[in-house]
């Protein structure tokens, strides 16, 4: 049987695949590598230290448990990541149960995020993308990314239309997207 | 690819995790039919991890990653070894809990099906028990109201004499007495009705005083149970009667029916 490796299977599948055999170390390679990105997301959304690093041990964990839930056919590995810790923080801020189950979300990112010099390249290109963001349009996709709040409550605490908020905040993820393309 | 313009919004709102409810039923039956738009979801889905992703650049403390991997230790192995052909006992305890719950709902349906049958014939005794004693109450108080109409009946161009009537169930010490055509009392004086027992001494069977008619009343006086009857007699006393034993006039006296 030809190896994983020689299919031109990555580095992040390959240590996937390790943890679904219950390979310590795999999970300790792939927290080595992703630890700061999902810290990142959670401490971005909570502005906790200490609950973001509960968020980081949680997404991990969920991971070491059901690593068949991440579906490299559908997406890479760092978006899927990030994705998950976003939404578990998000339900840690509103101390609710999480809503969504790990394996209910798929992630596409039209180009490959599997290495990190590409993901370096992408992440400069959506800082510069929310940089030269109409403030009001970024401000409302930070809300209801960062915030958790819903199309309502930002219109509540804007004063702005609902119909103007939704179109903001469509607009500014198509922004993320034809910035990376 | 094309996505449907009046889900588009909404599809950035779901993929953030903010549609609820009414506004987030449509769009759900339309993803199960719509290819299209569920691959915008999953692009958008994209979009947001690109956001997230551009926050990079904090480290977790050290401490965290030794934290994960004693997490990771302590966990059951099978957890992250699903392809295992050999399942452990941890792996069933899902199985035996739903076996375990299943019984129970069973024992729990049985028993509320037999207290619900329970009740419904406690119901049915109280209906009928209820019917028992509203008929008893009537037969009562046909004999007792006041404005029941009695009428003695006796011999044409007769006198009406004073008389009364027993109906005494021994078992129960249970005892009904109708008078009719007594003579109104004189003054601090009462009627008393008597017990007499086959043997032993008189029982006080209730003091009473008779309307304008003559016509008197004493239904279940306090009396002991068990007791044979010989006869039963009124007794003219003092108003506040006698108790012990009759010392006054006898007025009626059963004749040992």
Known sequence: ?181 | MSVHEQFAEDLALHAMGSLQGEELAPLQAHLQTCADCSRELELLRGDMALLAMSTAGSAPPRRARQRLLEAVAREPRHAAAPIRGRRGFWSLAPWFAAAAAAVMVVLLFEQNRELKSHVAAMNALFVDQKLQLQRAQEVVETFTASESQQVTLVAAKTVPQPQGKTFYLRSKGGLIFLANNLPQLPPEKIYELWLIPKTGVPIAAGLFKPDTRGSASVVNPPLPTGVEAKTFAVTLEPDSGSHQAPRGTFVIVGVGE
Not at chain 1, 14 to 26: M, Q
Not at chain 1, 50 to 74: C, H, I, K, T, Y
Not at chain 1, 113 to 132: F, P, Q, T
Request: hydrophobic letters at 45%.
């Open chain 1, 1 to 181: 049987m030809p190896s994983l490796e020689s299919q031109g299977v990555s580095p992040d599948v390959k240590l996937v695949t390790a943890i679904r055999s219950g390979d310590e170390s795999a999970l300790a390679g792939l927290y080595d590598r992703y630890s700061p990105l999902v810290y990142s997301v959670a401490l971005r959304v909570l502005g906790d230290t200490g609950a973001a690093e509960d968020v980081l041990q949680e997404v991990f964990m969920q991971l070491w448990r059901n690593p068949e839930r991440f579906d490299a056919s559908r997406g890479n590995l760092a978006p899927w990541l990030a994705v998950i810790a976003r939404n578990r923080a998000i339900d840690s801020l509103r101390k609710r149960h999480p809503e969504t189950a790990i394996d209910d979300v798929v992630v596409s990112v039209e180009p490959d995020m599997a290495g990190d010099a590409e993901r370096g390249r992408a992440m400069e290109k959506v800082r510069g993308a929310l940089g030269s963001m109409p403030l009001p349009q970024r401000s409302a996709l930070e809300m209801a990314y960062f915030e958790g709040l819903t199309h309502s409550e930002i219109a509540a605490k804007t004063g702005e239309p609902l119909g103007t908020v939704k179109t903001r905040i469509r607009a500014g993820l198509l922004a993320l997207r034809k910035a990376v393309a």
